[in-house]
Protein backbone atom coordinates (compact mmCIF):
# COMPACT_ATOMS: atom_id res chain seq x y z
CA UNK A 1 0.00 0.00 0.00
CA UNK A 2 1.20 3.00 -0.88
CA UNK A 3 1.82 6.41 1.75
CA UNK A 4 2.97 9.73 2.14
CA UNK A 5 2.71 11.17 5.43
CA UNK A 6 3.87 14.57 6.47
CA UNK A 7 4.98 15.84 9.59
CA UNK A 8 7.05 19.23 10.69
CA UNK A 9 4.23 21.75 10.41
CA UNK A 10 2.93 23.82 13.17
CA UNK A 11 2.40 27.46 14.36
CA UNK A 12 5.81 30.13 14.01
CA UNK A 13 6.34 33.57 14.24
CA UNK A 14 6.54 35.44 11.07
CA UNK A 15 10.50 35.85 9.97
CA UNK A 16 10.20 32.05 11.69
CA UNK A 17 11.55 28.95 9.82
CA UNK A 18 10.20 25.29 9.66
CA UNK A 19 10.88 22.30 7.96
CA UNK A 20 8.17 19.60 6.37
CA UNK A 21 9.51 16.20 6.26
CA UNK A 22 7.11 13.47 3.67
CA UNK A 23 7.62 10.51 4.03
CA UNK A 24 6.92 7.48 1.09
CA UNK A 25 6.52 3.87 1.92
CA UNK A 26 5.09 1.08 -0.47
CA UNK A 27 7.30 2.54 -3.51
CA UNK A 28 9.59 4.95 -5.12
CA UNK A 29 8.53 7.93 -6.95
CA UNK A 30 10.32 10.29 -9.55
CA UNK A 31 8.69 13.25 -8.81
CA UNK A 32 7.70 14.31 -5.46
CA UNK A 33 6.31 18.20 -4.60
CA UNK A 34 5.17 20.43 -2.31
CA UNK A 35 1.60 22.04 -2.73
CA UNK A 36 -0.51 24.46 -0.50
CA UNK A 37 -4.15 24.93 0.25
CA UNK A 38 -5.19 28.25 2.09
CA UNK A 39 -8.55 28.33 3.19
CA UNK A 40 -10.62 29.43 0.65
CA UNK A 41 -7.88 29.38 -2.23
CA UNK A 42 -7.51 26.54 -4.18
CA UNK A 43 -4.69 24.47 -4.20
CA UNK A 44 -1.53 25.77 -5.46
CA UNK A 45 1.92 25.05 -6.23
CA UNK A 46 4.92 25.10 -4.20
CA UNK A 47 8.16 23.09 -4.94
CA UNK A 48 8.74 19.66 -7.02
CA UNK A 49 12.06 17.91 -7.36
CA UNK A 50 13.02 15.21 -9.77
CA UNK A 51 14.53 11.85 -8.10
CA UNK A 52 18.46 12.71 -8.98
CA UNK A 53 17.53 16.45 -7.45
CA UNK A 54 18.89 17.75 -10.19
CA UNK A 55 15.66 19.61 -11.09
CA UNK A 56 13.36 21.86 -8.86
CA UNK A 57 10.82 23.97 -9.22
CA UNK A 58 9.91 26.55 -7.07
CA UNK A 59 6.51 29.30 -6.87
CA UNK A 60 7.74 32.42 -7.22
CA UNK A 61 6.07 33.21 -3.97
CA UNK A 62 8.75 31.31 -2.09
CA UNK A 63 11.62 31.07 -4.35
CA UNK A 64 14.64 32.56 -1.98
CA UNK A 65 12.74 31.14 1.30
CA UNK A 66 12.03 27.87 0.52
CA UNK A 67 14.25 24.82 -0.34
CA UNK A 68 12.89 21.21 -1.56
CA UNK A 69 15.36 18.57 -0.83
CA UNK A 70 14.91 14.69 -0.94
CA UNK A 71 16.94 11.59 0.25
CA UNK A 72 16.16 8.44 -1.60
CA UNK A 73 17.53 5.97 0.69
CA UNK A 74 15.00 7.58 3.17
CA UNK A 75 12.46 7.59 0.78
CA UNK A 76 11.41 11.16 2.00
CA UNK A 77 10.99 14.72 0.09
CA UNK A 78 11.66 17.90 3.05
CA UNK A 79 11.05 21.38 2.68
CA UNK A 80 12.71 24.10 4.29
CA UNK A 81 10.75 27.09 4.68
CA UNK A 82 12.47 30.31 6.00
CA UNK A 83 11.76 34.10 6.59
CA UNK A 84 7.88 32.50 7.01
CA UNK A 85 5.03 35.41 6.37
CA UNK A 86 1.93 34.77 7.32
CA UNK A 87 0.32 34.42 3.74
CA UNK A 88 2.59 31.21 3.85
CA UNK A 89 -0.83 29.57 6.16
CA UNK A 90 -2.04 26.87 4.75
CA UNK A 91 -2.30 22.66 4.34
CA UNK A 92 1.03 21.69 2.99
CA UNK A 93 0.28 18.70 1.06
CA UNK A 94 2.88 16.32 -0.29
CA UNK A 95 2.49 14.74 -4.18
CA UNK A 96 4.49 11.83 -5.63
CA UNK A 97 4.66 10.22 -9.23
CA UNK A 98 6.45 8.23 -11.47
CA UNK A 99 4.59 9.07 -14.59
CA UNK A 100 6.74 12.59 -14.88
CA UNK A 101 10.61 13.51 -13.79
CA UNK A 102 9.27 16.46 -12.20
CA UNK A 103 5.78 18.96 -12.87
CA UNK A 104 4.93 21.63 -11.17
CA UNK A 105 0.76 20.71 -12.55
CA UNK A 106 -1.37 19.16 -9.33
CA UNK A 107 -2.64 16.46 -12.27
CA UNK A 108 0.55 15.01 -13.22
CA UNK A 109 0.42 13.57 -9.10
CA UNK A 110 -1.45 10.47 -8.48
CA UNK A 111 -0.74 10.22 -5.07
CA UNK A 112 -1.00 12.45 -2.23
CA UNK A 113 -0.43 12.85 1.61
CA UNK A 114 -3.25 13.75 4.34
CA UNK A 115 -1.49 17.41 4.74
CA UNK A 116 0.01 19.49 7.36
CA UNK A 117 -1.06 22.43 8.92
CA UNK A 118 1.37 25.43 8.75
CA UNK A 119 0.22 28.43 10.59
CA UNK A 120 2.83 31.70 10.90
CA UNK A 121 1.09 35.02 12.93
CA UNK A 122 2.06 38.09 12.45
Known amino acids: QVQLVESGGGLVQAGGSLRLSCAASGRTFNAMAWFRQAPGKEREFVAA????????YYADSVKGRFTISRDNAKNTVYLQMNSLKPEDTAVYYCAADSRVWVSRIASAYNYWGQGTQVTVSS
Open 49 to 56: ISWSGDRT
